[in-house]
């Protein structure tokens, strides 16, 4: 479609799960168009800091683990990742500019940008495979972990899917645990204890595999 002199594209994205759209926060236009804005913030500081992106319905499940984690003395910002794509050829052209114009001032991809000013190991999850948010992951300023539904396709409930994929907010809250372990920040009993509160077993299989 060509609006303004513009070449645009307008899609709808259709999932399995319905919810009420909420309002843009303010100030997040750029973000929104950009490929990613902060949607919640951390309701209260806490001893440690987490970022979860959450894409598509998944933003519900990433709002339910940083309830989860907040009484686990973790804050988690929650955002949302409209387009992993326009932050993947943000970065590139970025990238391409620098290696163009060597000895002058660096550019730096907005995904970049953006979160290296936040605290905290960083989580994306969302309804597509691990390959989305990993589009992204190289310009990713700390620890990065992606949680997306690899394997083939299931008919079953919502809930059912989501934990089999490990994509629920108990698999997301226990992907922000386990980074912040891996940095030293907490004991490997704090994951082994929520592993064990949400019911979720080390010894199954790679759902990919299954």
């Known amino acids: 479609m060509y609006v303004n002199g513009e ?3 307008y899609y709808l994205t259709l999932y399995n799960q319905d919810y009420p759209m909420p309002p843009m926060p303010a100030g997040c236009e750029e973000g929104v168009l950009a490929g990613l804005y902060l949607y919640r913030a951390a309701a209260q500081p806490a001893q440690h800091s ?3 992106l959450g894409s598509g319905v998944i933003l519900l499940e990433a709002l339910r683990a940083q309830e989860l984690l907040a009484k686990l003395d973790v804050a988690a910002d ?5 387009s992993y794509q326009q932050l993947r050829e943000d970065a590139l052209s970025c990238e391409r500019w620098n290696r163009l114009h060597v ?3 660096r550019r730096v991809p907005y995904v970049t940008r953006t979160l290296e000013s936040t605290q905290g190991p960083i989580v994306a999850a969302g ?10 992951a190289r310009w990713m300023p700390r620890a990065f972990t992606s949680l997306g ?3 083939f396709g299931r008919s079953d409930t919502r809930a059912a899917l989501r934990r089999f994929f490990e994509v629920d907010a108990e698999h997301i809250t226990v992907a922000v645990l386990s980074a912040l372990c891996e940095q030293g920040k907490i004991a490997a009993e704090i994951v082994k204890g929520a592993m064990e509160e949400f019911g979720i077993r080390g010894d199954y299989q790679d759902p990919w595999r299954q």
């Open 50 to 52: 987490s970022q979860i």
């Open 103 to 105: 000895g002058e001032k």
């Open 149 to 151: 539904t690899d394997g």
């Open 7 to 9: 070449d645009v594209f």
């Open 78 to 82: 929650v955002w949302s990742a409209t």
């Open 127 to 136: 309804d597509y495979v691990k390959l989305v948010p990993d589009m992204v």
